[in-house]
């Protein structure tokens, strides 16, 4: 079954204090891993997308990256304004047709001034 | 600014009522979603469109209802079989299907 596992799902941080949020994945198909933002009664805002293991991608205190069976988002030095619920969604194309996006629960982080 | 305007923020359902939730976007995106966002729950889809008067059901469609006549607007209406309609929901738009999303700031929506 497709499954997209995100942990861990809260994380308290320090103001600096350097760490990683993991999204590992089993889909057949991949084609594409997202990363999203999302702020307390809104909509999430996009961050990145990955398409080839080995990839990776960065925004300002973030970093992105992908292997065959998991991404990781790397926060380095992080601030109170750092604080959202990161989102991971999969994206496959399964060899019978079609499409699906799947989405992670999330994480949510607190950066502790 | 381009993006995609979702209305009302907050709405209120009665027993047995229909409610439809509004979704415009102006960033000339070929595709729309409907979502589902529940606590604790990754978001579940509802419908999709990929072009004009064509819409495909996602995961979760039974009680809902979409239309789209106009490239720009892809309303979702919760009809009174979907018996568990507490939820807040997100309208998206991408480019093509493959595209990361760009997402509306959602509708509340509660049952009263």
């Known amino acids: 079954e497709d499954q997209v596992t995100q942990s861990p799902e809260a994380l308290r941080l320090q103001e600096g204090e350097s760490s990683s949020l993991n999204c590992s994945y089993t889909?057949?198909?991949?084609?594409?891993l997202f990363w999203y933002r999302q702020d307390p009664g809104k909509g999430p805002e996009f961050l990145f997308t990955?398409?080839?293991a080995g990839e990776e991608k960065e925004k300002e205190r973030l970093k992105a990256t992908l292997t065959k069976k998991e991404s990781f988002l790397h926060i380095t030095a992080p601030k109170p304004e750092d604080s959202a619920t990161y989102l991971c969604?999969?994206?496959?194309?399964?060899?019978?047709?079609?499409?699906?996006?799947?989405f992670g629960a999330g994480t949510r982080l607190f950066v502790k001034a | 600014d381009g993006g995609i305007t979702q209305s009302p923020k907050y709405l209120f359902r009665k027993e047995g009522q229909n409610v439809t939730l509004s979704c415009e976007q102006n960033?000339?995106?070929?595709?729309m979603y409907w979502y589902r966002q529940d606590p604790g729950q990754g978001l579940r889809l509802i419908y999709y469109?990929?072009?004009?008067?064509?819409?495909q059901k996602g995961d979760i469609a039974e009680g809902y209802s979409v239309s789209r006549e106009k490239k720009e607007s892809f309303p979702l209406t919760v009809t009174s079989a979907q018996k568990n309609p507490t939820a807040f929901y997100l309208c998206?738009?991408?480019?093509?299907?493959?595209?990361?999303?760009?997402f509306g700031s959602g509708t509340r929506l509660t049952v009263v």
């Open positions: 998206a738009s991408s480019m093509v299907l493959r595209d990361g999303y760009t």
């Open positions: 889909v057949s198909g991949l084609r594409g």
């Open positions: 990955l398409y080839s």
């Open positions: 969604a999969v994206r496959a194309e399964p060899l019978t047709g079609g499409f699906k996006t799947i």
């Open positions: 960033l000339n995106h070929d595709a």
């Open positions: 469109s990929q072009i004009v008067n064509d819409f």
